[in-house]
């Protein structure tokens, strides 16, 4: 006997059945945010304590609790057995605070862009799945935030991976004409980049969230180039570029979560990008896709430098992710790269480790659990993350002549 149900699906087309799954799926995806991030179905930031904010700022915990005895700087709440907690926005404030009170240590504790520094857009890129790209991007841009800097995030990636992980879900919290697309579309809808850029949760970040709308791009740019968009600011490759310029003032640092395809937004992203990222998972099948990949960037960068564009790296580095030491055909893959691409590969790794992939189940990065169950599985992995960031801000910090 046949069912209703069996009845309905025998009459529905391939496309009908996708997008009534794609629907049910993301009306689960509304309800489980909304039981995350209750009462208000927005996510927020931890707090952080006395001992771990001295050990951000680089002083003593004792010279934190006098600062907020004699009232100097931000005032941190208490908890219910009396111990202080901070806001991130009341370290930026202490941050500000000490770079006043100790000019000759202002950048130590508050390292960012000065007048004349460049600003540094680091396109975060791979076309393999299971690189870990959005979750080295959103790690971080997270880390950045944490030290002090002003940091805009740009999701390229249809996807819209990087914006979910801010909290944003594409089919529910982005509108038409609230991406990137808006402020590099070729028609008279074109809006200013202030206009899509959000504020979040995270003190410091403002993204610029994705959703589908993005391939809009990708299908709308052979015509365009066909039609006469095809030099100065205006060709493709140059008009994130242009974007991002409008806001240079206002960030330290631009992360570019670029599509897992070298299409026209990513082509875009490479020519914007002042730095690369390379995501790379050290397993054979992985390295012969990268290996594609590069081959075929080197050769369209080639074909936009013929067009003009100028595309100039202040450094290039391989990210290598989910990375199990013990596992000896991963430690011979992380061997081939580091002898074929010496320096260029990050010297620490990001560790495979169940402690990013539980936090991911819940739209998390490792800096925005607390140390409560799985405290040294937690410790491990954000040592683990801490060392490949801080790498990474090291090379920022040597373009700004640090």
Known sequence: MITNQQQIQHAESSAMKIRRQ???????LQSIRERLYEPEAAKSL???????VAALLGIAESTLRQMSLDGESAIPDRQDNGRRIYTLHQVNQIREHLAQKRPNEALVFLPRRRAGDKLQVVAVAN??????????????????????????????????????MFGYQPEFDVDENET????????DRRRSVHEVIRRTYFAGIDLIPANLELMEYEHETPHAIADGYGRGDEIFFR??????????ADY????????????????????????LLITIHPAMIDVASMNQFLAMMSDLMGVIEKRGGTLSHDFIRYVITRHNPNDDPQVNVVTLLRSLFKDDVLAPAVAETTAIASAGLENKSLYELSRGVGRDTLSRALESVDSVNREIFHHIKNVWGR
Not at 239 to 248: F, H, K, N, P, Q
């Open 180 to 187: 990137v697309y808006a402020a590099i579309r070729y028609d």
């Open 46 to 52: 931890k707090t952080f304590t006395s001992r771990e």
């Open 22 to 28: 794609s629907q049910l799926l993301s009306a689960q």
């Open 239 to 248: 008009r994130l570029s242009t974007v991002i310029s409008e806001v240079e």
């Open 127 to 164: 076309f393999k799945g299971g690189s870990a790209k959005t979750t080295t991007t959103v790690h971080l841009a997270h880390y950045l935030a944490i030290r002090g800097l002003r940091v805009l995030a740009i999701d390229l990636d249809p996807q819209a991976s990087l914006s979910a």
């Open 252 to 275: 330290d640092i631009v992360l570019v979560d670029a599509p897992p395809q070298l299409g026209y937004l990513t082509l875009g992203a490479l020519c914007a990008a002042t730095a």
